[in-house]
Nanobody, 121 residues
Framework: QVQLVESGGGLMQPGGSLRLSCAAS????????LGWYRQAPGMQRELVAT???????NYVESVKGRFTLSKNGTRNTVSLQMNNLKPEDTAVYYC???????????????WGQGTLVTVSS
């Protein structure tokens, strides 16, 4: 019943920019962490950028200085601004949310359906 709605993605030339957005909706008592992972063909899924409830961000080393994750806490949304895109950024990008459904209760997690980002000349 918790859903992640993704938008953005597409085809961009190297050096260009794209913006991905993700909105979490449903019965969420507390949103713990929200952000993006990616999976390139033949590769394992890896963390790209996430933000926690305190606003602390976590980036994979290869995107530091190029990607920026921004949080809209009141609407449970994040935007990933991707600048200076490189061919190695090509992957399916998946939104990810970790949350508490209520109290008492442990953490739960949900994934978006994925959106394709292709960086090529």
């Amino acid at each position: 019943q918790v859903q992640l709605v993704e938008s953005g993605g597409g085809l961009m030339q190297p050096g260009g920019s794209l913006r991905l957005s993700c909105a979490a909706s449903g019965r969420i008592y507390s949103l713990i962490r929200l952000g993006w992972y990616r999976q390139a063909p033949g590769m394992q899924r890896e963390l790209v950028a996430t933000v926690d409830t305190d606003g602390i961000t976590n980036y994979v080393e290869s995107v530091k200085g190029r990607f920026t994750l921004s949080k809209n806490g009141t609407r449970n949304t994040v935007s990933l601004q991707m600048n200076n895109l490189k061919p190695e950024d090509t992957a399916v990008y998946y939104c990810y949310a970790q949350y508490m459904a209520g109290v008492p209760g442990g953490y739960r997690a949900v994934w978006g359906q994925g959106t394709l980002v292709t960086v090529s000349s």
